[in-house]
């Protein structure tokens, strides 16, 4: 159990500023506050599809990346260390969107989390990590990743051989209000940005592998993977899953996928292994994991 302090805010949709909320050591109160001015980090590109800060990921496309001084602040944060209790109750505190680097002990999690698994905590959805995997848990998403190589065409940047990485459809611009509306249009976007022009030279052709309904943490969404052929480097395989979250029936949840066409990569199934492993977060349902 984690000791009382501020933590970045469970209920978190993914619209407005990021707000930390007090944790009394056994449950969330209703006290929130903005946290403390942001960290800035230098950018560096590590991934698929989305972009990262230290526990937060929020999807702009082109790979994971550190955020660096030039670029906007709201999309990042990391998890603080616990605190003092607040005198007052705190509402909307000094300071801007972001937050402050963390300095807890190590073996801390962020309270919803659990071992093995990469929380977005905005979703309300786990994400299996699997075994020789990083995962990283967030207020407004979750990923997983495997095999950093230096990214074909720019190889001072770093990309990865496997990802797969949540956050609330509205962080994707995405306005569509079914899980087959929202993967069908967000496949295009997920493989330009995981296998786009800079760094793979563009994509030259795809092949659509898969595509139908299936249910994810209890709830029915719909994934949509495509096998593309680009003009440097490997090729990749890309999905789109969408389903709503098993927090609130209104919050439309996507989980990008991209795996490089390798030797070096992970097999095509453990994409399906980690899809099928997708559970509701701890505390927010208990609903099955994926069947196809």
């Known amino acids: 159990m984690s000791p009382p302090g501020w933590h970045p805010d469970p209920g978190y949709t993914g619209i407005g500023p990021v707000h930390e909320r007090w944790w009394d050591g056994t ?39 550190l955020l ?52 977005d905590l905005a979703s309300g959805i786990s994400i299996p990590v699997p075994d020789g995997w990083n995962g990283s ?35 994707l611009k995405l306005d569509t209000t079914t899980a087959k509306a929202t993967a069908v249009k967000d496949i295009s976007a997920n493989a330009t940005d995981s296998y786009g022009e800079k760094i793979y030279g563009g994509i030259t052709s795809h092949d659509e592998l898969k595509s139908g309904p299936v249910t994810v943490a209890g709830e029915q969404g719909y994934l949509v993977r495509w096998k593309v052929a680009t003009k440097n480097g490997d090729d990749g395989y890309v999905q789109s899953l969408a389903f709503p ?39 927010t349902g208990s609903g099955p994991g994926t069947t196809a």
């Open 245 to 283: 979250s098993p927090r609130s029936k209104d919050l439309m949840i996507v989980v990008r996928s991209g795996f490089d066409v390798n030797s070096k990569a992970p097999a095509l199934s453990v994409m399906d292994d980690i899809t099928k492993g997708i559970k509701a977060a701890s505390g």
């Open 27 to 65: 449950r969330w109160t209703d006290q929130l506050r903005v946290p403390p001015a942001t960290v800035r980090r230098r950018r560096m590109r590590i991934g698929l599809g989305i972009t990262a800060g230290v526990v937060v990921l929020a999807a702009i496309g082109g790979g994971v990346f």
């Open 137 to 171: 848990s967030g207020v407004a998403g979750a990923g997983v990743t495997t095999g950093e190589y230096p990214c074909p065409g720019d190889a001072s940047e770093k990309c990865v051989r496997g990802g797969v990485f949540s956050m609330p459809a509205k962080g």
């Open 68 to 119: 660096s001084d030039k670029s906007g602040d709201d999309n990042e944060r990391a998890a603080t260390a616990p605190s003092t209790a607040p005198s007052d109750p705190p509402g909307r505190g000094p300071g801007a969107p972001g937050g402050g680097g963390g300095s807890g002990a190590p073996e801390q999690r962020m309270p919803g989390t659990e071992d093995g698994y990469a929380t």
